[in-house]
């Protein structure tokens, strides 16, 4: 019904930045909030940044004043904008979404998630 796809990952050294760009298709209504989650090596997965459909945004306090989260509404698109990589954000980073889906009538709001995207930073 809902697929996301990620893309933008990719090796880059220390100090470096990527973009992430997750897009969103399918029998969408509305999405509601948007955000990019990690999971290191040995690692859970951890949130690093939301976005609501207004535009408010949350951090991870490790990531703040290096990532930028925005989201374009008319493509169903949300980025991830990386600066100032440090090895310790590698991971695979996924994008999640709540959507609403209409259904015979009704608003039918479930998480999808995407593939995930590989970001390595190392020199």
């Known amino acids: 019904q809902v697929q996301l796809v990620e893309s933008g990952g990719g090796l880059v050294q220390p100090g470096g930045s990527l973009r992430l760009s997750c897009a969103a298709s399918?029998?969408?209504?509305?999405?509601?909030?948007m955000g990019w989650y990690r999971q290191g090596p040995g690692k859970q997965r951890e949130l690093v940044a939301t976005i609501t459909s207004a535009g408010t945004t949350n951090y991870q306090d490790s990531v703040k004043d290096r990532f930028t989260i925005s989201r374009d509404n008319a493509k169903n698109t949300v980025y991830l904008q990386m600066n100032n990589l440090k090895p310790e954000d590698t991971a695979v980073y996924y994008c999640?979404?709540?959507?609403?889906?209409?259904?015979?009538?009704?608003?039918?709001?479930?998480?999808?998630w995407g593939q995930g995207t590989q970001v390595t930073v190392s020199s």
């Open positions: 999640n979404a709540d959507v609403g889906v209409l259904r015979i009538g009704i608003i039918a709001r479930n998480d999808y």
């Open positions: 399918g029998m969408i209504f509305r999405i509601y909030d």
